[in-house]
C-alpha cells in the first residue's frame, strides 16, 4: 500500500545551486531522493521566472518539511502539496529573510 504527495517547491528567480542543495537536504536526510530541478526551457514560449522543483513521494512528512523549510533563509518559497485523495494542490508560503 502507498500514500503518494505530489510535492512541488518555486523559489525566487536566478536562485544559487546552493539553496537548492539546501531545499532538498531535508529529503536527502529522510533517505528520499532529491526534487528534480525544472529548468528554463520547460515548455510555452519564454523561460521560467522561478526556480521550480518538482517529486513524489510515499507517506511525506509534510509537517516536518514545512518545520524545515521556515529554518532556511533563502529568499521567498512556495511549497504545493497534493496528497494522493485530494483533489488540488495546497500552497504554503514562506516569505524570504
Given at each position: 500500500?502507498?500514500?503518494?504527495?505530489?510535492?512541488?517547491v518555486s523559489i525566487e528567480c536566478a536562485t544559487?545551486?546552493?539553496?537548492?542543495?539546501?531545499?532538498?537536504?531535508?529529503?536527502?536526510?529522510?533517505?528520499?531522493?532529491?526534487?528534480?530541478?525544472?529548468?528554463?526551457?520547460?515548455?510555452?514560449?519564454?523561460?521560467?521566472?522561478?526556480?521550480?522543483?518538482?517529486?513524489?513521494?510515499?507517506?511525506?512528512?509534510?509537517?516536518?518539511?514545512?518545520?524545515?523549510?521556515?529554518?532556511?533563509?533563502?529568499?521567498?518559497?512556495?511549497?504545493?502539496?497534493?496528497?494522493?485523495?485530494?483533489?488540488?494542490?495546497?500552497?504554503?508560503?514562506?516569505?524570504?529573510?
Amino acid at each position: 500500500m502507498s500514500m503518494v504527495t505530489n510535492v512541488i517547491v518555486s523559489i525566487e528567480c536566478a536562485t544559487p545551486s546552493e539553496h537548492i542543495d539546501a531545499v532538498n537536504q531535508w529529503l536527502l536526510d529522510q533517505n528520499s531522493p532529491p526534487l528534480d530541478l525544472i529548468d528554463g526551457d520547460s515548455g510555452g514560449n519564454k523561460n521560467l521566472e522561478v526556480t521550480l522543483l518538482i517529486g513524489a513521494y510515499n507517506y511525506f512528512n509534510i509537517t516536518g518539511y514545512v518545520k524545515y523549510l521556515k529554518t532556511l533563509n533563502i529568499g521567498d518559497i512556495t511549497l504545493m502539496v497534493q496528497g494522493q485523495d485530494d483533489d488540488h494542490f495546497r500552497a504554503i508560503c514562506f516569505e524570504g529573510r
